[in-house]
């Protein structure tokens, strides 16, 4: 572009621009931490490239995130939000890792969603992707046996208590992390890895020798996502007959 002004003085200036109107490709995975407690979870995805002929190509400039949630009526509820493709918030791994800047609204099933986005502005047609679940919920421990406070005249063979995970987000029987009666460990069986329940987790008793009097039970368990709970209760023993009764006395009658 040359400009001249009524003195003749002229002024010129060059420049060059690119069209570019090619979808760049999708990232080529995605990686959501299934299951989390987190509200605000860590993301990772390959770094994605751009598409067209060489020259032609604007180069990939970043990326948009969309948080959805799954199955009937899934909908977007986080974002959308802009990552830059040289924002990585662990430079020792090859992907890009995101941490989720607002907060989950829920426990539940939920899917991330990543569209690659050119420096020309065109966005790829499809995105990665990844499901994910949240669970902060912990599980449930009741219908302990022996029950709490209760009297029994034998050695129970068990112990055992129910466990049940519940709530939108449940993940189910992880691990039984603790059992032990009076302070001595035993080894418990539990459900299968993810069973929601209920079911009985328990604990053999065959060979504890266990004696007259309170006996003091701790169980802690997780589940999946890794929240626990710990349930504690007592049960006595009473295996000795009691003395018969004496100096019976008839009054009003004979014998």
Partial sequence: LTLHDLAGNEASLTWEFFVDTVKPFAPGSETAPD????????FSWAHASDNGLAGEMSGVAGYTVQIWTTGSGAACVLGP????DTYDEDPET????????????????????VWTVDKAGNSSADYAS?????????PLLDMEEPADTTWTDFVPPTIKVRFRDQGAGATGFGSV????VDGTTYTATGLATG?????????????AGLGD???????TVSDVAGNSETKT??????????????DIEVVGGTL
């Fill in 94 to 113: 090859p992907e890009i890792d995101w941490t989720l800047p607002d907060a989950l609204p829920d426990d539940g099933d939920y899917e991330i969603r």
């Fill in 177 to 180: 992390d603790a059992f032990t």
């Fill in 81 to 84: 939000y802009t990552v830059d």
């Fill in 130 to 138: 990844d499901t994910f679940r949240r669970d902060t919920a912990k």
């Fill in 35 to 42: 299951p989390t407690q987190s509200a605000t979870p860590t």
């Fill in 195 to 207: 069973a929601l329940g209920p079911g009985f987790i328990e604990a053999d008793l065959t060979d």
């Fill in 233 to 246: 209760w007592v049960f006595n023993i009473d295996t000795t007959d009691p003395e018969p009764p004496t």
């Fill in 213 to 219: 009097g309170p006996h003091s039970v701790l169980i």
